[in-house]
């Protein structure tokens, strides 16, 4: 592990436990065995170590990893999401299983849930990448199941995609709570559930 690096994790880490506004770049320093003077020559600010945390995590989500996998064409991810659309929605909670079996990421998470009131940054990050974008990717994803005649035409697919959603943002909720006691077995139960949320509310607005 570089410096950059060690300043990465061990600001993560004091964020996570302190809060971003209780952690200055001194603290930061003396925790690395660095000077104050040395995170200048890796980072030019706090500010901008948090944002490159905030980019890790951005870089990790896959919520499109089907879509853009270079191996299928067009045609092919959209007959995969058409004919099974619980092996798309599968493909995506390995990816946040996976995601959040890493102790880094559970403490990205924390500190996003116990700062987003009282820093802007955090807030906004929590607005666009956790909350607006995955949205917009499930409502296209209802769009085109409602195309296909997949579900019924009465549904609304802005109204499901938050349904949808809304058990795995609870499920981010409820690991970012007990991060301390969180194990893989606790996590393999956790996105067990949520798989079997996504199965029930699919199968209550296919068309029979």
Aim: glycine residues 2%; negative net charge; contains cysteine.
């Amino acid at each position: 592990m570089n410096t950059k690096e060690k300043i990465f994790d061990v600001s993560l880490d004091l964020f996570s436990k302190k809060g971003y506004d209780s952690v200055s770049l001194r603290e930061i320093a003396e925790s690395v065995g660095i000077k104050k003077s040395s995170i200048y020559s890796h980072y030019p600010s706090k500010e901008a170590i948090l944002l490159d945390i905030f980019q890790y995590l951005t870089d990790l989500f896959e919520y499109d990893e089907l879509l853009n996998s270079e191996d299928l064409n067009l045609t092919a991810k959209n007959e995969i999401l058409i004919e099974n659309p619980e092996l798309f929605y599968h493909i995506g909670s390995e990816a946040m299983r996976k995601m959040f079996s890493q102790e880094r990421n559970l403490k990205i998470w924390r500190l996003i849930f116990i700062q987003m009131h009282h820093n802007d940054a955090i807030r906004d990050f929590f607005q666009n990448e956790i909350l607006v974008k995955p949205l917009l990717f499930w409502n296209d994803f209802f769009t085109i199941l409602k195309e296909n005649g997949i579900i019924r035409q009465d549904c609304n697919p802005e109204l499901l995609a938050k349904e949808y959603y809304s058990f795995p943002i609870y499920l981010l909720l409820e690991i970012s709570a007990n991060y301390d006691d969180i194990s893989e077995g606790h996590l393999d139960d956790f996105f067990k559930e949520t798989e079997e949320h996504a199965k029930f509310l699919l199968n209550c607005v296919k068309v029979k």
